[in-house]
């Protein structure tokens, strides 16, 4: 008993541990490295418990349960054997001033089947420099005679729902989900292999779902977040989700798809995990730090991108350009009433669709149904003159029949991007193929000297901004990086406020070095960690007539993409003006975002985290400077009485004098401003109509 309360002393000194660092029984080992209090099974080495002040107890667990490490260890006897945590006898802990090493001389396996040899691990848990965080790394040593084919590391089992079933939120970059309500089993029968219950999320471009590497669960009060030490083209990561139909705990795993042959060692990268008081905008704090240490921008974004609204779109034509009934729907001498039209709605960027014949080079002209080339760059000219700046949308990375054998591409006769509202069905129908086309692969010579040849005779015109149909990165030069970055270089020499957008697919960590703002499909989804993490590229939410969206979009800091359609016609194909709604709302963001464009552009976006309490029916955001926060709400649906539990103190250390609280209206007119004090507590957005919007800006006092 000496020599444990000795322990005990000397843990409580290094102030890594409590009182508590070893129960009575030897049976687990406690320890609290930057506020995570952690709980390990003794003999297996599992994580059994990870609690935090303000959440309280986010994973919870038995031995059976407990995990941290899995590996696969397929035999030709039994496939599925598994080699983990939670089969391990003997598990070998030692404590250091760091935090702690766990080795298995032998882990553990899911069945009892004999194996040629020992397969050992380590694993090191230890407090990061940052005073918040707890960094996890991993070893394996493969002593047995057949390759391991999957490791899961880290490994988090019996995570709870700390906000409740329906506020504890799995976010990434991607989205937001309820994963203890959204992964019950269905009453329903379903393929036991396949059940609802298991997610799997992969990281990279907005073609996968997560877009970053990192992920949290939790509330408003406080929960998890995790990401590993990795950037660029490192192994992409991959995060699989169970819940558990038993248990009702959510198990995290973290795989990595290696082989780990015979003899061979194989070491995790670093991965950091923060406990954290508050949203998820806390815990994304150490990210957001290692992330942009990494981002190496080509050029600075253009001022008005950073600091804009949003863009407008318009389909010029449908490819069409000898239909006897006329085919075009804008021409190019419409685009300066085009941008009276969206600057009036405060867009000063669009994005015209189909001037040129998609997938052919080198250097196309335009549709001569358009207008001739002079005209274009006449027209770009004088939207340029009021204040929009236009940049037509290419289509390269394709090469249609007779552009193919350039490129030495065999092109199919039906497929590719064929689409008109008169074919049946409009897109890809089997009988059409004037727009097949074959991909290019982005390393060809040829192609990369034609398409930079395109882009410097556009830009010798006087259209030096591009939006990009596909942008395809890949990890070896010379690649669409590469010409990408000579586009830009020769487009910023003519004008420095040029700009390049595309369609983001692979890898977002590498594409925010290139491009200024997305043109991706898709409506609305929460992209609020993304938006936090990475100014730019600006993520485009794509507006047909939605006031919802706008509102929403603008909160969420999407770059709008504003292109309504005429009742069944194309995309882009009506004024924003001729849509009484639409405009209205527009013109009531651009007065709001004028107002407050220095906090939007430069104030770090925090989401919903300066709540404390979920308010439904209410959609509200919030960005904070050194001296000052500003909260934008819009009423969803809550009724008139909009009052939000809010505290300001983790975003701006409390004066004594505390903070003056200004309210603005939906078109940035201040209507009062009253005292505010420190700590949670309510405040009431005054009387509220549905879809309305409001500003309050939070000032500390002098």
Known sequence: MRKRGQRAALAALLGLWGATAMSAAESTVDLTLNGLQITLDAQTGGILKLACAGPGTLLETDQAGAGLLDLACPLPTFEPLRLATRYAARAEITRSAEGVTVAWP?????????????????????????????????????????PLRQVLFPDLNGLLPS?????????????GSAPFRELRLSESDEFYAQTNAWREYKSGGMFSEMWMRWFDLGGLQGGLSLFPRLWGWEPRSSLLVHLSPLTQKLRLMCAHEVTIEPGQTWSSEVWVLTAHRGGWAKGIEPYREWARQHVKRVVPVPDHVRRGLGFRSAWMCQNQPTDPAGDAVWRFRDLPALARDAKEHGLDEMVLWSTHP?????????????GTEEELAQAVAECRRLGVNVAPFVSVLQANKATGPRY???????????????????????????????????????WQ????????????????????????????????QTLAAQIRAYSRSRDPQSTFSGEELWNIEVDC?????????????????????????????????????????????????????????????????????LSRALKQCDRLRTRFTDAIADGIFIGDCLLTEERPGVHATARVLPDRVLLLVTNEGAGADVTLKIDLSPWLPAPAGGYTACAYDADGNPTGSVPFGSGPQPFLASAMGTLETRAVEFIKAP
């Open 163 to 175: 906000a409740g079933v329906d506020r504890t939120i799995l976010k990434t970059g991607g989205f």
């Open 408 to 446: 030495g591409l065999k092109v199919p006769d039906t497929g590719g991007w064929t689409y008109h509202t008169e074919l049946v069905p409009r897109f890809n129908p089997p009988y059409a193929g004037n727009y097949a086309c074959a991909q290019v692969d982005t390393a060809n010579a040829q």
């Open 106 to 146: 032998q882990l553990g396996a899911s069945r009892d089947l004999a194996l040629s040899g020992p397969v050992a691990a380590t694993v090191r848990i230890t407090a990061a420099p940052d005073g918040r965080s707890v960094l996890l790394s991993c070893e394996v040593r493969n002593g047995t005679d057949r």
């Open 358 to 370: 998609g997938f052919s080079l080198p250097t196309p002209t335009p549709f001569p149904h358009l």
């Open 449 to 480: 000297a034609d398409v930079l040849a395109f882009a410097k005779h556009l830009v010798d015109l006087g259209i030096p901004s591009l939006s990009w149909d596909q942008f395809w990165a890949t990890p070896t030069e010379p690649n669409i």
């Open 513 to 581: 070095d290139t491009l200024d703002y997305t043109w991706n499909w898709g409506g609305y989804r929460d992209c609020q960690a993304y938006t936090n993490v990475f100014p730019v590229p600006r993520r485009n939410l794509n507006i047909n007539r939605s006031v919802g969206e706008v509102k929403r979009g603008f909160l969420d800091g999407f770059y709008l993409n504003v292109w309504p359609a005429k009742p069944g016609g194309v995309n882009g194909s009506d004024w924003i003006a001729a849509n009484a709604d």
